[in-house]
């Protein structure tokens, strides 16, 4: 991956996390369907595949012929190897993060396979079962903001991304007159139990992370005696409704790189003060933003961008999704001073502009589910998000530590993150369309083998999350990699762990592999690799 690739990663990474609160959920009686239909890839360099169809309520809590069609895509398991008969075990379902994140179970590209195939081997002997989240641009209906290409170039300011997101509102209200109401947590959840029943899927096993991990607890505890074990990293809790520590997640994150570096000789001897390098290169771009051009990115021609410092911040939170990026971090700051060549800034630019052109998630189901489900980032007080003394706001006190104290230098990091959270609050008064929150704001509870893997690094859904979550959970492992980020489970660790697991869910993995795992390698000079 080059660097213009990596921090193109990190330029649309940073999008609204959260944190729920809720009630209770009816559901009316089911009337789903799959549809059988081609699967445009081929099969025969693969496993056997089925692609469906499935056909379901827009709304499962009131009476309505409207209906979703989400692509479902089933790779069955080897039946046999050398000639000899494999024993099958129970499915795996894929399930996205987000709110819509994108599996691309409709794709028509073979290397897209091959590395979805490659990811999900730890799997073993078992049929492999992919879905989209309803409302994804491979559904139909589709909620996809067009409007956010409209961000692109100067000035991004808070009152354009208000302007796109009301405008992507009226388009599909008014003009495709969508029910925003149909995109809940709670119906995607209940679309992934159609799955099963209609697929005759007696038991199978949850896999999903940060977004995906709240659906696959959500269906452990709607569908318990369905369910062999549940695999979920970037752990998001439902009942993690009321959390006040919440607005300090990504100050934390920042301040565990920092100290990642200083446990370095290298990073340490290249960048002795790295926390004031980090607060000078804000203040300087607050100060005098660096003009840059974007030329030829697509067809549309190029862009010129300036980065301040609300960019450099949001670009900081989305490079701490991925240890790969992270050892970017110190270098950027540098790059911001002039102190070192002006690449860095520029591929900087050049990942926001692509971010805002082709996004792999909808910003549009994003903000319906969140805004439905009352699903709110760093809301520090029960009243907060709907308005003082709202019914569907209930107050859940979570122990997830001790608040933390920062020093001063961080209160601007801290203000952004706060400006984020009210425009996104503002907004929420417009997109939500139920009356309460379809979430159930109790803690999941279950004697079902539960499999917890969280990065240390994580800046979104940090490790205290999974030790909470594991709280009601008996017969569940938590697993800390401290030298990884959001995607903990995909490094070689986390793979060893998944596959021990599966193999036997009542047994707690060996994890020798966390103490071995090397440190985050930073890039300390130019021309580094």
Not at 209 to 238: N, Q, T
Not at 389 to 402: A, F, L, M, R
């Amino acid at each position: 991956m080059t660097l213009k690739q990596t921090l193109a990663v990190a330029a649309g990474a940073a999008t609204t996390l959260t944190f729920l609160t809720g009630a209770a959920y009816a559901v009316a009686p089911n009337s789903s369907q799959l549809e059988k239909r081609p699967c445009r890839f081929d099969q025969v360099r693969l496993r056997k595949v089925e692609c469906y169809w499935l056909v379901a309520p827009l709304r499962r809590d009131v009476q309505t012929d409207k209906v979703v069609r989400i692509p479902v895509t089933v790779f069955r398991a080897r039946q046999t190897r050398k000639g000899k008969p494999v024993k099958v075990g129970e499915p795996v379902i894929l399930i996205s993060g987000g709110p819509g994140g994108r599996i691309g179970a409709i794709a028509a590209n073979y290397k897209h396979w091959r590395r979805v195939l490659k990811v999900a081997r730890w799997i073993g002997d078992r049929d492999l079962i992919l879905f989209e989240q309803r409302g994804v641009p491979s559904t139909k209906p589709q909620l996809h903001c067009l409007e956010q290409r409209d961000l692109r170039g100067n000035p991004i300011t808070e009152a354009r991304y208000v302007k796109a997101m009301l405008a992507c509102h009226y388009r599909l209200i008014r003009g495709r007159q969508i029910d925003l109401a149909g995109f809940t947590t709670q119906e995607i959840v209940s679309d992934m139990i159609d799955i099963r029943r209609l697929l005759r899927i007696p038991k199978w096993t949850l896999w999903g992370g940060s977004y995906g991990s709240l659906l696959a607890l959500e269906a452990l505890r709607r569908d318990d005696s369905a369910v062999r074990a549940v695999v979920i990293s970037g752990i998001l809790p439902p009942h993690t409704a009321h959390n006040p520590l919440s607005r300090q997640i990504e100050v934390r994150a920042v301040r565990r790189m920092i100290a990642a570096c200083r446990a370095q000789r290298k990073c340490a001897r290249a960048f002795p003060q790295l926390e004031k390098l980090m607060f000078r290169a804000i203040n300087r771009l607050r100060r005098s933003p660096i003009r840059t051009a974007v030329v030829g990115a697509d067809h549309l021609g190029g862009h010129f961008y300036e980065i301040d410092d609300k960019m450099l911040m949001n670009a900081m939170f989305g490079m701490l999704y991925s240890r790969r990026l992270i050892r970017y971090m110190p270098m950027l700051f540098k790059s911001t001073l002039g102190d070192v060549d002006r690449r860095y800034v520029d591929s900087l630019a050049a990942g926001a502009d692509a971010s805002y052109y082709r996004s792999s998630s909808s910003l549009a189901l994003l903000f319906a589910v969140d805004c439905n489900d009352r699903i709110i980032i760093g809301a520090e007080a029960p009243g907060m998000a709907m308005g003082t003394g709202h019914p569907s706001v209930v107050p859940v006190k979570v122990s997830v530590g001790k608040r933390l104290r920062f020093s001063k230098f961080y209160r601007p990091f801290q203000a952004h993150m706060k400006r984020r959270l009210d425009v996104d609050l503002k907004l929420c008064r417009i997109w939500r369309a139920t009356e309460t929150s379809t979430v159930n704001p109790e803690p999941v509870r279950s004697k079902v083998p539960v499999l917890l893997i969280n990065g240390y690094l994580d800046p979104v859904t940090p490790p205290e999350n999974a030790y909470e979550a594991a709280k009601y959970l008996p017969n569940s492992h938590v697993f800390i990699l401290r030298h990884a980020s959001h995607s903990a489970e995909l490094t070689k660790c986390g793979v060893k762990i998944k596959r021990a697991f599966i193999r036997n869910p009542g047994r707690r993995p060996k994890a020798a592999c966390i103490a071995k795992m090397k440190p985050i390698k930073f890039i300390t000079k130019e021309g580094q690799k």
